[in-house]
């Protein structure tokens, strides 16, 4: 990484702890999939809007995986590290340059497919079947369209005001 800056460091680690602390928090357990429902999606989504693409891999992929490891889904670690990482990557490129309501909501809906496909192949590969693997599907999209909305709303609200405004700088 080329001239990160310590500010960049300490924004890449609160977000992953942000993004553990939420996936752990709140967590509806889906019986269907022995997962749950959280909130961790959003604050990747967030943080890949506000900070970059970078900040948005390292905190969605450290910060899932380490919730994953914590919750008792350790087995879901590695699959989670790569899928959440990409995720928050995918999201982060694709906003790089238009911030408006439309692009974040895009972007966020490609990021929340990114996931579903991921865990949906990460499943087929733990549970040895890709046909029991579908139950995951309409669990983790409505993973994803809460995280849009709440990403959408919350990255909208933070981006209108001044500080971020003047720290332009925290971007990587």
Not at 36 to 54: A, H, K, R
Not at 107 to 128: A, R, T
Request: a positive charge.
């Amino acid at each position: 990484m080329k001239n990160i800056k310590l500010s960049s460091l300490v924004l890449m680690g609160l977000m992953t702890a942000m993004v553990c602390v939420g996936t752990m928090l709140i967590q509806i357990p889906v019986p269907a999939t022995n997962g749950f429902i959280n909130i961790g999606d959003s604050i990747i989504f967030i943080t890949s809007v506000l900070f970059g693409p970078v900040a948005g891999m390292v905190a969605g992929g450290i910060g899932s995986a380490l919730a994953d490891i914590l919750s008792g889904y350790a087995h879901w670690a590695l699959f989670t590290l790569i899928i959440k990482g990409l995720e928050g990557a995918v999201v982060g490129i694709l906003v790089k340059k238009y911030k408006n309501r439309f692009i974040l909501s895009l972007s966020m809906i490609i990021g929340s497919i990114v996931m579903v496909v991921g865990y949906y192949i990460g499943g087929g590969i733990l549970k040895g079947s890709f046909i029991v693997s579908l139950e995951s599907i309409p669990w983790n999209v409505v993973q994803g369209v809460s995280s849009t909305i709440i990403g959408v709303l919350v990255s909208s609200a933070i981006m209108k005001t001044n500080y971020m405004k003047v720290n332009k700088a925290l971007k990587n």
